[in-house]
């Protein structure tokens, strides 16, 4: 999944994207050379879509959705 960031990285920010590789089921998370994106891989077999992006934005991670 691809997520665009609603603000500007900081390092409270970069933490809570660290932070969130301990969710069941996130795989990895990668953030875009732009430093606008983030790109999630989850594993499909544990987490649907709507639930990554609500894990995320418990953990903190000001974003929305954008086309894959």
Known sequence: MQFQLRQPL???LLQAISDVHAIYG???VRVAPSLDRLFVEYDASRLRPS???????????PLQTTAA
Not at 51 to 61: D, F, K
């Open 10 to 12: 900081d390092d409270s």
């Open 26 to 28: 996130i795989q990895r």
């Open 51 to 61: 639930e990554v992006e609500a894990a995320l934005a418990e953990a903190g991670i």
